[in-house]
């Protein structure tokens, strides 16, 4: 089977868990503290893998102890890293607030050496993107490296999905090489204008996109599933529970990685979709983000409800 290879950054994640988000030049105390991997594009990798995708992951790394968690983490999940190590920068890091009651979260990104990926960077794995079944990327790292990407795929007819995250402005040219886009409510929001509260309104925001050249569109509603949209068809896809929430950092994460991998399978684009939901609705039963992705069989047994 083709591999996946998606494009992102490895950062480590610094995860507070507190009842509130401090104000402004308040200190106050927190529930818990946990260091564990992040970065989506990691993280989308090492949900594809544990969901059975042979996957690759371009990145840079700086060379210091967090390059370590970086190496591990896609050591234990069967990721192939294609790394650049820059000795100039350091390791990417985020700080995470967890609001205690939900699970919810607040997320601040500082990229490092994952913010000097570069075109050339891609350029240089041309050959492993043409081999590719899909090509994966999101907005962590800079966009004109998530474009040549793109670009690379596309003219070899490798399938290529964008995860517009953190949101960003984004011209025609660069969505029309997006077979699949797969923003979320908020996303969606700012990438149309348009608000994203209710499926109706996801399905505008979709027609919005597809106006603009992307191919098809997924929209992730969160507790409400998400939209598959596409010029000939409109699905809802609830939401597959596998257990109470107790974080929801990785679900999007979680969904892509779960989505690229049955797409690379020859899946139904729909069928996609809800493998992704399934892989989503277990990894937000579990706290973190890379340690919460599902292996296979659990993800099949889920569907199999």
């Known amino acids: 089977m083709k591999p996946i290879v998606v494009l992102g950054i490895f950062v480590a994640d610094t995860a507070y868990r507190a009842e509130r988000m401090p104000k402004m030049g308040e200190t106050i105390l927190g529930r818990s503290f946990v260091l564990g991997p992040g970065g989506k594009g990691s993280n989308q990798s090492v949900a594809a893998a544990m969901a059975g995708g042979t996957t690759h992951f371009i990145t840079r790394l700086g060379k210091d102890d967090f390059a370590q968690i970086a190496r591990s983490t896609w050591a234990r999940a069967a990721v192939h890293p294609e790394v650049t190590e820059d ?163 990785g679900a999007g994460d979680a969904f892509n990685g779960g989505f690229a991998v049955a797409l690379s399978e020859g899946r139904d684009v729909v069928e996609a979709v809800r493998f992704g939901c399934a892989t989503a609705g277990i990894s937000v039963t579990r706290p973190g983000t890379a340690p919460s992705m599902p292996a296979r069989a659990e993800i099949d047994a889920l569907l199999a409800r």
């Open 87 to 249: 000795g100039e920068s350091y390791t990417g890091a985020a700080f995470i607030f967890l609001e205690d009651a939900t699970g919810n979260n607040a997320i601040i990104v500082s990229p490092g050496a994952a913010a000097r990926i570069t075109t050339a960077d891609l350029d240089a794995k041309a050959d492993l993107i043409r081999s590719a079944a899909v090509f994966v990327t999101q907005l962590e790292q800079p966009i004109p490296a998530a474009r040549r990407g793109l670009e690379i795929a596309r003219a070899a007819g490798v399938t290529t999905i964008l995860n517009p995250a953190p949101a960003a402005p984004l011209d025609d040219a660069m969505l029309a090489l997006c077979d699949y886009i797969t923003p979320n409510e908020s996303e969606a929001e700012t990438l149309t204008g348009l608000p994203v509260t209710t499926v109706v309104q996801a399905e505008a925001a979709a027609d919005a996109l597809m106006a603009r050249g992307v191919g098809a569109v997924v929209i992730t509603l969160g507790g409400n599933g998400a939209l598959y949209r596409d010029r000939t068809r409109s699905v809802h896809v609830p939401v597959i529970s596998a257990g109470p929430v107790v974080e929801t950092t």
